[in-house]
């Protein structure tokens, strides 16, 4: 158990809608990452942020986006959701944003399936 | 552009046999992190090794090994011995310093089996 928690675990919802995920770091952790991974592009790096504040940005559509809260932790929102948005979404967190210094912690996932 | 490849799509090897999983990576930055992650059946990933540009030391940790070559950016992962409990998918990720943050790529992966 890497202490990063994420809900739900799988969701099933239809084209053109919208969800949000939902992770909580590790604690004392304050470097949220989220990451999506499907068959076709696999694993991308979509956003970082940092103690509330966006730090880095990846292959992230206009479609996400994502907060972290006062409370560190972090929503990721998909809306006008796709097929192709079908994945698994990480959530990672580390002690600094310093990525290099400290390894991420992933959680264990959301299942996103779009119909 | 940051680039990362596993050229290694899957590998089958027997129980006991030593299997060397290879990663190239493609940077313009002189300070960057290596990492090596492991993905099993169940779909958790797990970090195993990071490596930051600066330190070219090999590493061994039990079964598991490192080597980091710069010459040649490169960053192989040998597992001595393999045990079927090593079948899973090794992801290679690279970091790099963005603005603020760290960028964080992942190579396609390479999908091990390890065979009883």
């Known amino acids: 158990d890497s202490g990063v928690t994420q809900t739900p675990k799988h969701l099933i919802t239809a084209t053109g809608q919208r969800v949000t995920l939902r992770c909580s770091p590790r604690?004392?952790?304050?470097?949220v990452y989220w990451y999506q991974q499907s068959l076709d592009q696999g694993l991308q790096f979509l956003i970082q942020?940092?103690?509330?504040?966006?730090?880095a940005k990846g292959n992230i559509l206009e479609r996400f986006s994502a907060q972290q809260f006062p409370d560190l932790h972090s929503e990721l929102n998909l809306s006008s959701l796709e097929l192709g948005d079908s994945a698994l979404y990480f959530c990672?967190?580390?002690?600094?944003?310093?990525?290099?210094?400290?390894?991420?912690?992933f959680g264990p996932g959301t299942r996103l399936t779009v119909l | 552009a940051q680039k990362v490849t596993q050229a290694q799509t899957e590998i089958s090897v027997v129980e006991k046999e030593d299997v060397t999983l290879d990663c190239v990576y493609e940077?313009?930055?002189?300070?960057?992190?290596l990492f090596w992650y492991k993905q099993p059946p169940s779909g958790e990933l797990v970090f195993l090794i990071r490596?930051?540009?600066?330190?070219?030391q090999n590493e061994i940790s039990g079964r598991y090994s490192w080597n980091f070559q710069k010459s040649t950016s490169s960053f192989n992962f040998t597992i001595t011995a393999s045990q079927v409990v090593d079948s899973a998918v090794y992801f290679c990720?690279?970091?790099?310093?963005?603005?603020?943050?760290?960028?964080?790529?992942f190579g396609a992966g390479t999908r091990l089996f390890v065979k009883a």
């Open positions: 990672a967190s580390s002690v600094t944003f310093r990525v290099g210094s400290n390894e991420q912690f």
């Open positions: 604690s004392g952790d304050l470097s």
């Open positions: 942020y940092y103690n509330g504040e966006e730090r």
């Open positions: 940077t313009r930055d002189t300070t960057y992190y």
């Open positions: 490596r930051n540009s600066f330190d070219e």
């Open positions: 990720a690279l970091s790099e310093v963005e603005t603020g943050g760290f960028k964080t790529i």
